[in-house]
């Protein structure tokens, strides 16, 4: 079955650590987004790619840096500079020029050891 | 895209309609109107979306208002597994997919 796939499920990060979080779909898609979710509140749009090698700001991107190598893989890092990394980061998908809905990931926690 | 407003959390007897509501006044005619829902440490999951007309399927029951300015989501016989988190988006289709932006969502817990 097609689909997104997250991984890892948990990660720690040490302080000063950069961590990538991985993201891939099988679904053909065009654009994917990543979202930060803290408890108990919405999904807030860290970066958004449409096509390869190209991808834009979204509301919260300071601390954070992604990738667009492969139209399958839209790779998140959390950098050092991003001082409150712990939450819960969800991947989507979606395809271009389509009302069908996006296509989201089982998530990442990502705490602070 | 437009914004949306929702209740921040509703209840819901088992077995009977939960009607969720949602606020799009700002809707432009080419946005449809997006329904997910998420349970606690999983991803968003679809669940039903339209742009002008009533739309039905297996989960749910999506109405929209004549002037598109709001819409309800109807889940016609509630269960203690539709107990989550409900997100209403609006998003231009049809084009590039460009931001697409999630609030806060209603609560909604359904009761024994």
């Known amino acids: 079955d097609g689909g997104i796939t997250q991984s890892p499920k948990y990660l720690f990060r040490k302080e000063g650590q950069n961590v990538t979080l991985s993201c891939e779909q099988n679904l053909n898609h065009d654009a994917m987004y990543w979202y930060r979710q803290d408890p108990g509140q919405g999904l807030r749009l860290i970066y958004y790619s449409q096509i390869v090698n190209d991808f834009q700001k979204g509301d919260i991107a300071e601390g954070y840096s992604v990738s667009r190598e492969k139209k399958e893989s839209f790779p998140l890092t959390v950098t050092s500079a991003q001082k409150n990394p712990t939450a819960f980061y969800l991947c989507?998908?979606?395809?271009?020029?389509?009302?069908?809905?996006?296509?989201f990931g089982d998530g990442t926690r990502l705490s602070i050891l | 895209d437009a914004k949306t407003t929702q209740p921040t959390s509703m209840d819901c007897a088992e077995g009977r309609a939960a009607n969720l509501p949602c606020n799009h006044s700002t809707i432009s005619g080419n946005e449809y109107v997006y329904w997910y829902r998420q349970i606690h440490s999983q991803g968003p999951q679809y669940i039903i979306h339209g742009l002008k007309n009533n739309e039905t399927n297996e989960m749910a029951s999506l109405i929209i208002t004549e002037d598109r300015k709001s819409s309800t989501l109807i889940l016609p016989h509630a269960t203690l597994r539709d107990t989550a988190v409900y997100y209403c988006i609006v998003r231009v289709a049809n084009t590039n997919a460009g931001k697409s932006t999630f609030g806060d969502g209603t609560t909604l817990t359904v009761k024994p």
């Open positions: 989507a998908s979606i395809r271009q020029g389509s009302n069908q809905p996006q296509h």
